[in-house]
């Protein structure tokens, strides 16, 4: 009810800041939350199959599809002194050990030596008509300065390197952590071994898991 005169009584006035306040109060603790949660999700510890790349053909895909499996993720390129040597022994090595529990990624980078050019789709064109490559090839991409892949640079920040050429390989377990990483010159065997015997734990687990 109103004084008289028209004027609000002083219950009136006090209930209605009290509104505002608790109102304010709502507010600011839903601003506080969401801006703690965004906190959260952007300092949550990633791993490399969280991440989206570009294929080949230039479409969004995400690497959350070769979770569960090993991957030996490589800095690829066309016209270098390792290409036909390291193109031969991973096909081989993808072949050899399927895509149910393991895969190569390929990655092609122009950074050392111009050692890659042309369009992604036409290096990937390239690499199956040369080498008969059947393993997952993606868009072009930088792993060095300001410019470099997230999703690659998640693994030089893991292993603390920066590739120094074309064919550096990075071992990601089932989980997305980095294993193991080799460098361009190092024997292909000292590969085929460690990677066998990751696909090989995969195996071992589902079968005690049935």
Known sequence: MEALGGYRSKSSKWKERTL???LSLAVCMGGLFLVQHKLIRSTKTKDFYSFDVLDAKGRTMSL???RGKVSLVVNVASH???TEKNYRALQELHRELGTSHFNVLGFPCSQFGHTEQGMSRDIEAWTKATYGITFPFFSK???MGSES???FKFLTDSVQKIPKWNFWKFLVGPDGQVVKF???EEPFEEIRQEVTAQVRQIILKKRLEL
């Open 149 to 151: 892949n997230p999703a």
């Open 64 to 66: 959350e599809k070769y």
């Open 20 to 22: 505002k306040v608790f």
């Open 182 to 184: 080799w460098k361009s």
């Open 141 to 143: 991409i930088k792993i």
């Open 80 to 82: 270098c002194e390792l």
